[in-house]
Each structure stands twice: as C-alpha cells, then as structure tokens.
C-alpha cells in the first residue's frame, strides 16, 4: 500500500513539473516553428505532439496564437486548400515577432547555461 501511494505521489508530481515546464517553453517552440514555415493551428498541434514535453492540446494552442497575434508577433491569413474543403488559418511570423524570438532565444541559452553551471555547484 505504502509503495503505490508513493508511486502515485510521485506521478502527480512529475505530471506537475512536466505542466510547468510545457507551460514555460511552449511559446518558445511555437514561435521557434512558425519562424521555420507558415504553419496552421492544428499542424503545430500535430508537431508537437511528436515531442512528449511539448505535447499540447486545442485549447492550449489557439489561445497562445490568438495571444501572439495581439502582441503583434505574428500575423494570420486565411487558406483554402482545396475546393470543398474549410480554408485554414495559417500564422506567420511578423519583424517584431522576428525581433521577440532572437530574445526568447537568448534566453533560451542563458536559462541553460545556467542551469549547467548550477549541476557543478
């Protein structure tokens, strides 16, 4: 009794640290694939799902675009793929969002560096 109680102490804390860390990097990778290719919603949430931490659902990605377009971040078109399909909304990038990634991305780097110098201490 005492080790499945441990275990499921356990999970609910893993399951809480990998929320915290989809929740801290999660825009980062958005905007880090957008930067790559014009993408729609429902793509991201596809690629994203190859990558376990990353992995993220409707209603977690389309309040973050609609977040990044009011930023001015990103920019949206409407495009219809084939007759008698619905058109998708695609998301690219803007210079200010541009300008936004090389700052995520500095620190990106910085957040790692730091944690590698703090496993030596």
């Given amino acids: 009794m005492y080790i499945e109680i441990m275990k499921r102490i356990g999970d609910k804390m893993n399951g809480e640290w990998i929320s915290q860390i989809k929740r801290g990097t999660l825009e980062y990778a958005v905007m880090l694939l957008i930067s790559n290719k014009e993408r729609y919603g429902y793509d991201l949430i596809q690629i994203l799902e190859q990558y376990p931490m990353l992995a993220t659902k409707e209603s977690t990605i389309y309040p973050l675009l609609r977040r990044l377009l009011k930023n001015g971040y990103l920019e949206s078109y409407w495009h219809q793929m084939e007759e008698g399909t619905p058109a998708r909304k695609y998301y690219r990038m803007t210079p200010l969002g541009l300008s936004y990634l090389q700052k995520l991305e ?11 110098d703090l496993e030596k201490e």
Avoid: H
């Fill in 106 to 116: 500095q620190d990106w780097q910085l957040l790692i560096q730091n944690m590698s």
